[in-house]
């Protein structure tokens, strides 16, 4: 089956700009969750959700937003950029039956602010 | 500060050493998780460890979990140039938290 995919691969956006993020999870996967990535912190856990509602959040500014659609494909939107929004997006998506099923991720949107 | 701690951060070694990467947290995890990453690609999981003090072994890779469930290691033995990449852990209770990673590469 399909794996995880998410789009765009590659983004270059100005400061102040605001960008949406896609990635559609594994067909019959409810979860889907998205990471940032950055080589100073790593993996940073941003929001989780589950049919079209957000189960968990992690410790980011309001600017970061998400949303999951009926198809439980999700996306995630970044307002105002900042030069420091500069990473590696990923999404995982799994069964989310309990949270120790598998989580498959994605290649990743790579963002770059200038 | 990462609620998980791995160590260490690089590890460089000559193909048929072995080694052992940690993952520590003063929290308590339902369960943790180890994936491996490589270049341009997402995480992909190796193991679930759910009991403390669970041993798993995969092929050369032996995962353990401690017995209050608050760190693990992996052990890779005899390690190849294929097992380089960055190595995660996660943390899963009501959601999953990531360590910072350690990357290994392993030299022919």
């Known amino acids: 089956k399909a794996g995880v995919t998410q789009t765009p691969r590659y983004l270059i956006k100005t400061r102040g700009q605001q960008v949406t993020l896609s990635c559609s999870p594994i067909?019959?996967?409810?979860?889907v969750s998205w990471y940032q990535q950055t080589p100073g912190q790593g993996l940073q856990f941003l929001f989780e959700y589950f049919s079209e509602t957000q189960r968990n959040k992690g410790n980011f500014p309001g600017r970061f937003s998400g949303r999951q659609f009926s198809n439980s494909r999700s996306e995630m939107n970044v307002s105002t950029l900042e030069l420091g929004d500069s990473a590696l997006y990923l999404c995982?998506?799994?069964?989310?039956?309990?949270?120790?099923?598998?989580?498959?991720f994605g290649q990743g949107t790579r963002l770059t602010v200038v | 500060t990462q609620l998980l701690e791995q160590s260490p951060q690089f590890l460089s070694i000559q193909e048929g050493e072995n080694l052992t990467v940690y993952c520590n947290s003063s929290s308590v995890f339902s369960s943790l998780q180890w994936y491996r990453q490589e270049p341009g690609e997402g995480p992909v999981l190796l193991v679930t460890v759910v009991t403390g003090g669970e041993v798993k072994k995969l092929k050369r890779l032996t995962f353990q979990f401690g017995d209050a469930r608050k760190d693990s290691s992996l052990h890779i033995t005899a390690a190849q140039p294929g097992d380089t990449g960055l190595y995660l852990c996660a943390g899963v209770n009501n959601d999953m938290r990531f360590g910072a990673g350690t990357r290994l590469t392993v030299k022919p």
């Open positions: 995982a998506s799994s069964s989310g039956r309990t949270m120790n099923t598998e989580a498959f």
């Open positions: 067909s019959g996967h409810r979860s």
